[in-house]
């Protein structure tokens, strides 16, 4: 992909080097504090929401871990210009997310997560999480080695939040999210994935072999390859994700459609 040089995303929050925010030491001495602020008549809140110091650690990156972060903050840039003409497209406007970088742990408006959940988009808070260690597990561990394939990934967690601002993804209302649904809702974010691909492709940044990449990530996190590797067999009905294949056709369907309206996984009987 030909990234280098390109402009990259304001919207990139770096969170690396950053424990959750302590109050003021914590334990007994940081609720005296807060109790006396209280009684003097100061707004606690403000106290909460204080960098102290001491949960902030400068953090240095690689020369590696720098380049991925320019890698991450263009292919996010990316994706803000096509989703943002293909929601004129369709008389809407787009809500560009935050993309936060972080290491070993993160609080989000879904909880607290480790690196070991991977890359992940929270709705409640409309923001993309990634720890850039990822990469390498993308191209050890699951032997999808290649900057579009790690472009795919942060091309599917924005699949996520399309879906959350076209208000698509979800089960039908009055009912849980089934592995069923589960499935349904990952294969349409392969699939805005694939959409985002098709313009990247009309833009000329993809450049041989790039495809490729792409699908054979999307085929190394199915369901079916993970578990096989995991434990040695599979359990169809523990899936969540989809298969090798399934995720493969649907990112595929994207890119060679390019539009937003084929991707309806909800109507489609056969995934």
């Known amino acids: 992909m030909q990234w280098k040089g390109r402009r990259g995303s304001a919207n990139v929050e770096d969170r690396r080097g950053r424990g959750g925010k302590t109050l003021v030491g914590g334990g007994i001495g940081g609720i005296i504090i807060l109790l006396i602020v209280t009684l003097l008549g100061g707004n606690p809140g403000e106290l909460l929401n204080m ?3 001491s949960s902030v650690v400068p953090y240095e990156e690689t020369q590696q871990e720098k380049e991925l972060s320019q890698f991450v903050s263009v292919v996010l840039a990316d994706t803000e210009e096509v989703w943002t003409e293909l929601f004129e497209q369709e008389g809407l406007e787009y809500e560009k997310p935050i993309l936060v970088l972080y290491t070993d742990s993160v609080q989000s408006a ?3 997560a480790g690196s070991s959940v991977g890359p992940f988009y929270c709705p409640g808070d409309h923001k993309l999480y990634i720890d850039l260690s990822f990469y390498d597990e993308l191209r050890q561990k699951f032997q999808a080695p290649g900057d579009f394939a790690m472009a795919y990934v942060i091309a599917h967690e924005v699949g996520h939040h399309v879906q959350t601002l076209l208000g698509t993804g979800k089960a039908a209302p009055g009912r849980q999210m089934s592995n069923e649904d589960s499935i349904r809702m990952e294969l349409q974010a392969d ?8 313009h990247a ?3 000329n940044v993809l450049e041989a072999g790039d495809l490729e990449e792409a699908l054979n990530a999307a085929s190394a996190v ?11 067999y599979v359990v169809p009905e523990s899936f969540t994700h989809g298969t090798s294949e399934q995720r493969k056709r649907w990112f595929y369907k994207g890119f060679e459609l390019g539009s937003i309206e084929g991707g309806d996984t909800f109507r489609t009987k056969e995934l």
């Not at 369901?223 to 434990?231: L, N, S």
């Open 222 to 232: 199915g369901d079916d390859t993970i578990q096989k590797k995991g434990q040695g």
């Open 201 to 203: 492709k009309d833009m």
């Open 110 to 112: 879904c909880g607290t």
């Open 51 to 53: 960098d102290t110091g």
């Open 191 to 198: 699939y805005l994935a694939g959409v985002w691909a098709h």
